[in-house]
């Protein structure tokens, strides 16, 4: 399989998935984002690219930020994204601002 294709696929399904939680048309999206709804349509199934500022436009008319990150660092980024259970739990978590003594502060 094409890696490329892959990748399209995958960002459209996010782009549908994020679409569909928000309530939102592909026309409401499209507009948005200011581009076509046939193009929107394409780019949600995966079956056309898109330049990197129409993408970021589409992510931002679905509430959504596009990061570009080493490759090096995807993993990590992962890990941080996954669901903990009770025994992997992450290394900081932000507190309230209840006391001066900041915001990020590690689990002991």
């Not at 399904?13 to 939102?24: C, H, I, S, V």
């Not at 990197?52 to 994204?81: D, F, H, I, K, S």
């Not at 900081?92 to 601002?97: I, L, N």
Request: hydrophobic content about 45%; charged content about 25%.
């Amino acid at each position: 399989m094409d890696s490329e294709s892959e990748v399209l696929r995958q960002i459209g399904a996010l782009f549908r998935q994020a679409r569909l939680a928000a309530a939102m048309t592909q026309e409401q999206v499209a507009d948005l984002a200011g581009i076509s709804r046939p193009r929107y349509r394409d780019i949600e199934k995966g079956t056309a690219a898109a330049r990197a500022t129409t993408l970021m436009n589409v992510a931002r008319a679905l509430g959504l930020e596009m990061m570009l990150v080493p490759q090096v660092v995807v993993p990590a980024v992962q890990a941080l994204l996954r669901p903990h259970d009770g025994d992997d739990r992450p290394a900081f978590v932000s507190q309230p601002d209840d006391d001066d003594h900041g915001s990020s502060l590690p689990r002991t």
